[in-house]
């Protein structure tokens, strides 16, 4: 079966640098996304791998590994305004998304 | 409209009474989602549309559940003999190209969905 791991929640200090990681077992691959929640609000596009490598976008980043079936999705100078939760995806083969439950992060003053 | 359009953005309805959840995607959009969200979980696939291709149904939970979109317009997912289990969020989204390269998903502010 296809199957996204992510941890479930991550707490983390304000200024401070998360990680947040994704495992994911999927039919073929075309593509991992991460989205960010807000609470009571709908998910908003964050990044996107396809490639092996990191990608870099202003406090956000985000790693692929295919060979190790991983990802992860790295906040650095963390603001309050981050506690949401973090959504992975993967794209299979039929480019269905493929999407985990969600990493709850509590940011701490 | 600029995003994806859901409405109504509450439904309260009674144990056994059909709902119907409406979307409005953005213009010129192809690819359109539904997802159920339950409360503090990740997103449930119930069904997919693209273009003019047969939807893939895969993800609907019951056959009280269905889902029609006119076009590469309005979809709306219909839920009959609504139980307490179908309290959920259901959230639409649409991407321009499924198979594009990149493509990412724009999604409603969803329809909170409480069945008593």
């Known amino acids: 079966g296809q199957n996204i791991d992510q941890p479930t929640e991550m707490t983390a200090t304000e200024g401070a640098i998360v990680q947040i990681n994704c495992t994911y077992q999927?039919?073929?691959?075309?593509?991992l996304f991460w989205y960010q929640q807000h609470a009571g609000e709908a998910p908003t596009f964050l990044s996107y791998?396809?490639l092996d490598g990191l990608e870099e976008k202003g406090r956000f980043s985000s790693f692929l590994s295919r060979s190790k079936g991983y990802s992860y999705l790295l906040l650095k100078e963390l603001q309050m305004k981050d506690s949401a939760s973090y959504l992975c995806?993967?794209?299979?083969?039929?480019?269905?998304?493929?999407w985990g439950a969600g990493t709850k992060l509590i940011i701490k003053p | 409209g600029a995003g994806v359009s859901q409405s109504p953005s509450n439904k309260v309805t009674e144990k056994g009474k059909d709902v119907e959840l409406r979307c409005d995607p953005i213009s010129g959009h192809t690819a359109l989602y539904w997802y159920r969200q339950r409360l503090g979980q990740g997103l449930e696939f119930l069904i997919y549309f693209q273009g003019n291709s047969a939807p893939d149904k895969s993800g609907l939970p019951s056959d009280r559940f269905s889902a029609e979109r006119t076009g590469e317009s309005v979809s709306t997912l219909t839920i009959q003999r609504t139980q307490q289990e179908d309290s959920a969020v259901y959230l639409c989204?649409?991407?321009?190209?499924?198979?594009?390269?990149?493509?990412?998903?724009?999604f409603g502010s969803g329809t909170q969905l409480s069945v008593l």
């Open positions: 999927t039919s073929g691959f075309n593509g």
């Open positions: 791998n396809v």
């Open positions: 995806a993967v794209r299979d083969w039929n480019y269905q998304l493929i």
């Open positions: 989204a649409s991407s321009p190209d499924v198979q594009g390269a990149n493509e990412k998903l724009f």
